[in-house]
C-alpha cells in the first residue's frame, strides 16, 4: 500500500515516518484520504508532532 510513499518518506526518521503512516491510515479509515495531497499533510502533521515531542 505505500510503495509509492517511499520517495517521500526515504530521508525522514524513523519515528516520523511511523507516524506518518499512522496518520496516512487514520485518514484512510475515516474516508479523508486524498491522493498526494493527505501525505503531504501527514509529513507535515508529524513532522511538527515530532518535534513537539523532542523539546518538552
Known sequence: MYK???KELDSLD?????RVFEIIESLIIKG???EGESLE???????????DLIEE
Not at 499533510?41 to 518535534?51: D, F, G, L, R, V
Request: charged share 25%; glycine share 0%.
Open 32 to 34: 479523508k484520504y486524498i
Open 41 to 51: 499533510q501527514a509529513i507535515i502533521n508529524a513532522k511538527e508532532w515530532y518535534y
Open 4 to 6: 509509492h510513499f517511499t
Open 14 to 18: 524513523p519515528i516520523i515516518k511511523e
